[in-house]
Structures are given as C-alpha cells and as structure tokens.
C-alpha cells in the first residue's frame, strides 16, 4: 500500500515578530533562510516519517527553491518521480509568526499552478491519495475521478478553503478542514460549519480539526470526538499538515479511523513545539511517545 500526495511544494520565508502585523502596518522583525513547506510537502514528510511509502506528485520551478523543496522530500524518504520540473518560479510563502505561535500566510503558487492529474503514477485499490488546494481545484477533481476508478481511498484536505465540484467530492472518503474552513464550506452549503452537519449535506466523510480543542468527526458509521494533546506551542504553522499526512499514514498501516485520528492530534501538537513546517514534521517515535506508546 503506498500514500500518494497530489499537491504543492513551496518555500516558506519565515518572519517571526512579537505580534501580527494589523492591515496597513509595518512591523520589523526577524527571517532566516527559506525553508521547505507547502501543504503537500509538508504532508508527504509528515506521513514519511510516521512510516509510511510515500509519493509525491506536483511541480516546482528550475531553481534553487526547487532545489531545496526537492531534496527536503529526498532526505525524509519521499519517493520524488512524479514531481516535476518547469521553467516557471517555484512556489513561494511569506509566513509571519507572533510570539504566542500563531500565524499569518500569504502564497504565491508559482509552478504548483502547474500540476496536473496526469502526472499521477497508477493507482491501486491499496493506494491512499492525498490531496490539498494549493493546486488547480480542476486538477483535483480528476485525479479524485481516477483514484475512485482504480478503487483508491481519497482523502481531501481542503486547504486553503475554495470551491470544488460536487461530482468529484462525492468521490472523497473524509474531507479534512480546520474550523474556518470548515465555517466558510458551511455557508456556502448553508449550514453549520460542524462536522456532522457537513457530513449530512455532502454525504461523505467529514473530519474538523479545532486545534487545541481536538477533531470532531462524522461519517456514515458514526460521529466522534477526539481531544487534543496539550504541548507547549512555539509555531503552528504546519500543525494541519502534520494533522493531514500522519492521518494518512496511519490507515496506511491499517489502523481504525478512530485511533488514526487519535495519532494525527499527537502529531499536530507535536508540530507546534517547533519553528517551521517542514522541519516541524514529528517521526513516528515523537508520537509514540506523546500518545504513551513508547
């Protein structure tokens, strides 16, 4: 069984400041050297280190941030054949952190608006895609119709939040969104922005990650709550995508959703004890650890 990440490869320039800057103000700070992320990189390393045969699919530009971005992928592991050059400039992220670790992103996709579906190896009924929104949303939509096809489970981490087509995302297994994302997805279906309440209108799997409050998740087996793991927090940025590719790795290795999830809360929290996203992805003896496993 392999997890295969459909998605983006970006450079975070990271600034860290005492607080977030208010629309129209300047704030000096620090930054240091670019560093690997983007949803689907970060994702892929997370799922990688927590033991899973990863493969990564997307674009990044013939430069030295594709350079970086491809080597951090080569260096946890991550099987890099699908990810393709272009002659576009790589995807890059501005991330300002405040003092408390939280934090705000602006993106310029760069190459990652090249992706395509067609880039994807062949898919298996024992194959896990993941995907996120960093990508074309019509892109997306076909390779959730070619997973489906070849009987592979789809997960879906919409991611920034943006429209989809509702054929394809009746094709997904468990839509992921934290819980803004999940607040906008609500009224654009008109209802709540709950898990349960999003799982009756799109009559698929629905997951809801709420931070220091946990996951809530529906599906048509049932609903369940899952609560988070207490951590010193340093830097957020990245804790979904931990959140994301762990989950995937961990029903890669056939557990149950419930206990899937248990594992992604650990491997969130854990993301935020440390500056960075890329850098930040735990490996599977940090979980172990925090869930008590060790």
Known sequence: MTVTIFGSAIADLVFRLERLP???????????????????????IA??????DVRFVGCVGRDEHGDLLRMALIGAGVNVTGLRGEDAPSGLACVC??????????????ANLLA????????????????????????????ITRARQAGARVLLNLAPAAAMDRAALGGVELLIVNESEAAWLGQQLGRAGEAAALHAALGIGVAVTRGGEGA???????????????????????????????????????????????????????????????????????????MGLD
């Not at 129209?24 to 050297?33: D, N, P, R, V, W």
């Not at 952190?97 to 760069?110: E, K, L, R, W």
């Open 116 to 143: 395509r579906a067609a880039q994807l190896p062949e898919l298996r009924d024992d194959t896990i895609l993941l995907m996120q929104m960093e990508v074309p949303p019509e892109e997306n939509a076909r390779a």
């Open 47 to 52: 799922a990688a280190r927590d033991g899973a």
């Open 97 to 110: 952190v405040d003092a408390t670790g939280q934090n705000q992103i602006a993106v310029s996709p760069g």
């Open 216 to 290: 809530s998740v529906a599906t048509a087996a049932g609903s369940f709550e899952v609560p988070a793991f207490t951590v010193e927090v340093v830097d957020s940025t990245g804790a979904g995508d931990a959140w994301c590719g762990v989950l995937a790795a961990a029903l890669h290795l056939g557990m149950p959703l419930e206990l899937a999830v248990r594992r992604a809360n650990a491997a969130g929290a854990l993301a935020c004890t440390k500056p960075g996203a890329a850098p930040a992805m735990p490996d599977s003896a940090a979980i172990d650890a925090l």
């Open 22 to 44: 208010r629309p129209g103000e300047t704030l000096l700070g620090t930054a240091g050297a670019p560093l690997a992320g983007g949803k689907g990189l970060n994702q892929a």
